[in-house]
């Protein structure tokens, strides 16, 4: 492990929670720089923009910029300006989540119309019915559906609240229909990460909570992972899963 040098960090339940800063948290990163090395902060969470996010870190003692983030939102950018650069494009997500997707270049729209042929979807923390109504009707016309994220639940500080994976399912549930999943599992965002940092997959090391996304990237990336258990993973949902960690800790602290 100490011939690491880049470092995937996933956020909730990987170095806070909430507006709690996780112990050791600020001694890792300071380590990091130390050691010539770099971190990225990899989030399947689409619900804030990397702006949001900079300001969010930055509260908890955290100075950050752009250039450290990874983002379901804009893996799923990417990939849309890759296949669907001029179709019209629903999105259905928080306000952030949208004007992420319009500064991509997108062509993005709210509102239900005959002309839209690509339904997108992220972490919703704005959900309406009007919005879950319009992605039906959207879906009984067959158009390609793309989803940031299959996180289940996303971590707070009284338990869990629906992620975009359970909307999905709910959407699946009334229509029959799945979306393609853009972000962790999905290896993209390690290679970007790895792309962006200039370091090859012996150096790089991903950490995070859940073993089906943030684990299961890493292994589908082939890079080593470690299973920090202050999050979403209790030590006998790891022991049990198909999907194996390189390391299993406690916490960002006992990895430093």
Same mark, same amino acid.
């Given at each position: 492990?100490?011939?690491?040098?880049?470092?995937?960090?996933?956020?909730?339940?990987?170095? %806070?929670?909430?507006?709690?800063?996780?112990?050791?948290?600020?001694?890792? *990163?300071?380590?990091?720089?130390?050691?010539?090395?770099?971190?990225?902060?990899?989030?399947?969470?689409?619900?804030?923009?990397?702006?949001?996010?900079?300001?969010?870190?930055?509260?908890?003692?955290?100075?950050?910029?752009?250039?450290?983030?990874?983002?379901?939102?804009?893996?799923?950018?990417? %990939?849309?300006?890759?296949?669907?650069?001029?179709?019209?494009?629903?999105?259905?997500?928080?306000?952030?989540?949208?004007?992420?997707?319009?500064?991509?270049?997108?062509?993005?729209?709210?509102?239900?119309?005959?002309?839209?042929?690509?339904?997108?979807?992220?972490?919703?923390?704005?959900?309406?019915?009007?919005?879950?109504?319009?992605?039906?009707?959207?879906?009984?016309?067959?158009?390609?559906?793309?989803?940031?994220?299959?996180?289940?639940?996303?971590?707070?500080?009284?338990? %869990?609240?629906?992620?975009?994976?359970?909307?999905?399912?709910?959407? %699946?549930?009334?229509?029959?229909?799945?979306?393609?999943?853009?972000?962790?599992?999905?290896?993209?965002?390690?290679?970007?990460?790895?792309?962006?940092?200039?370091?090859?997959?012996?150096?790089?090391?991903?950490?995070?909570?859940?073993?089906?996304?943030?684990?299961?990237?890493?292994?589908?990336?082939?890079?080593?992972?470690?299973?920090?258990?202050?999050?979403?993973?209790?030590?006998?949902?790891? *022991?049990?899963?198909?999907?194996?960690?390189?390391?299993?800790?406690?916490?960002?602290?006992?990895?430093?």
């Amino acid at each position: 492990m100490k011939n690491k040098k880049l470092f995937l960090l996933d956020m909730d339940g990987t170095i %806070y929670l909430d507006n709690e800063l996780f112990d050791g948290t600020l001694d890792f *990163l300071d380590h990091v720089k130390k050691i010539g090395g770099k971190y990225m902060f990899l989030t399947n969470n689409s619900s804030k923009s990397v702006t949001a996010y900079v300001d969010k870190l930055a509260s908890l003692g955290i100075n950050s910029c752009k250039e450290d983030f990874l983002t379901s939102t804009q893996a799923t950018s990417l %990939y849309l300006n890759n296949n669907y650069k001029d179709k019209v494009i629903y999105a259905f997500g928080t306000k952030s989540f949208k004007e992420e997707l319009i500064e991509s270049g997108l062509k993005i729209t709210d509102k239900l119309s005959g002309g839209i042929e690509v339904l997108v979807m992220g972490f919703d923390t704005e959900l309406t019915f009007q919005k879950l109504e319009d992605a039906c009707i959207l879906l009984g016309r067959n158009i390609p559906f793309i989803a940031t994220n299959p996180d289940l639940v996303c971590p707070t500080w009284y338990g %869990y609240v629906p992620d975009c994976g359970s909307v999905s399912t709910m959407l %699946y549930n009334a229509t029959g229909k799945k979306p393609l999943f853009i972000g962790k599992p999905q290896p993209e965002m390690v290679y970007l990460a790895m792309q962006k940092a200039g370091f090859g997959k012996e150096e790089t090391l991903l950490v995070g909570d859940r073993i089906y996304t943030d684990i299961a990237c890493g292994v589908n990336a082939g890079i080593d992972t470690v299973l920090v258990l202050s999050g979403e993973t209790k030590k006998e949902q790891a *022991l049990l899963s198909d999907t194996k960690p390189t390391y299993i800790l406690e916490n960002i602290k006992e990895l430093l």
